[in-house]
């Protein structure tokens, strides 16, 4: 009927219903006043950022490995490493534990060069102690990072005096007690000091734990406990040396020898783009 339809629009505006059409396809206006959402900006593929989002994905993802390739890959460094130990040369708990402060950031070779004559100087911790800062320096410069090492084991050593009677502790809890001392050197002296198993994370084995699948940890400390369920706990010390020896020899950092390597067969070669 006439009068009955619905009202024209206004030219040049729209009406009420269009209106809400158009939102719908295109997305309701923000409020007055508020701000705009900023899109996220897409991260370039070899960022930092995306790495550490690539490392927790896969931590995520990961599972533990087959108990039995574990054993396989063990058996496999038990016969390519016998008789496996630490390369840096001592006489007694102190002086290793002076050589492993010295190896970081260092080769083993380079540190036995140093410490005959170090070990002649200072024989004992209250030597150490007692040791000028600036003396103490010269004699281990060529190792790197002197004068940090040189505070640490000056440090170090006036705590096994005054603390332990001059000798170096045997339990994890006492050598963290001591100025310098981390997990990785605690570990280095009682696995190969005193006998008691530990799992040394050096650069090797972070590498290779992850690349063989036994962990999906970045973290040294967090690859040490995510070993040490998956290997038997009277394997932990040498298990380290395999590690270091295989890092150093077959499985190196750039470009794995993968078409040499005993373990090529139990081994997913995570994160491995190019290998010779």
């Known amino acids: ?14 009406t ?18 508020a701000r705009p959402v900023a899109k996220r900006a897409r991260r370039p593929p070899g960022s930092p950022e995306a790495r550490r989002t690539a490392r927790a994905r ?28 630490t390369a840096l040369r001592h006489e007694n708990p102190l002086q290793l534990l002076i050589a492993t402060i010295l190896s970081a950031q260092c080769t083993d070779e380079r540190v036995n060069q140093t410490t005959p004559a170090l070990f ?22 060529s190792t ?23 000798e170096v502790p045997r339990s994890m809890e006492a050598l963290l ?19 008691v198993p ?12 992850r690349r063989l699948g036994l962990t999906a940890e970045t973290d040294p400390v967090k690859i040490e406990f995510a070993l040490m369920p998956v290997v038997p706990r009277e394997r932990w010390t040498v298990f380290s040396h395999w590690l270091i ?3 150093r020899q077959v499985c190196v950092a750039r470009k794995p020898r993968c078409s040499v390597c005993a373990l090529a067969l139990h081994c997913p070669r995570v994160g491995v783009t190019t290998s010779q």
């Open 120 to 141: 002649a100087r200072y024989p004992d911790a209250a030597a150490f102690a007692a040791a000028s800062q600036a003396d103490l320096e010269g004699m281990i410069r």
């Open 1 to 14: 009927m006439p009068g009955t339809g619905r009202p024209r629009a206004t030219p040049g505006r729209r």
């Open 58 to 85: 896969a931590r995520v993802r990961f599972t533990p490995p087959d108990p039995a390739r574990v054993a396989a890959l063990i058996e496999l460094l038990d016969r390519s490493y016998p008789g496996a130990t």
């Open 177 to 195: 007690s001591l100025r310098g001392v981390g997990r990785k050197t605690a570990n280095v002296v009682l696995g190969n000091a005193y006998g």
């Open 198 to 209: 530990g799992v040394v994370v050096d650069t090797h084995v972070q590498r290779l734990s």
């Open 16 to 33: 009420e219903s269009a209106t809400r059409k158009a939102r719908s396809v295109r997305g309701a206006h923000a409020p007055k006043g």
């Open 245 to 247: 020896l295989h890092g």
């Open 144 to 166: 790197g990072f002197f004068r940090n090492k040189a505070r640490s084991i000056r440090e170090c050593c006036a705590d096994i005096v005054a603390r332990y009677g001059g």
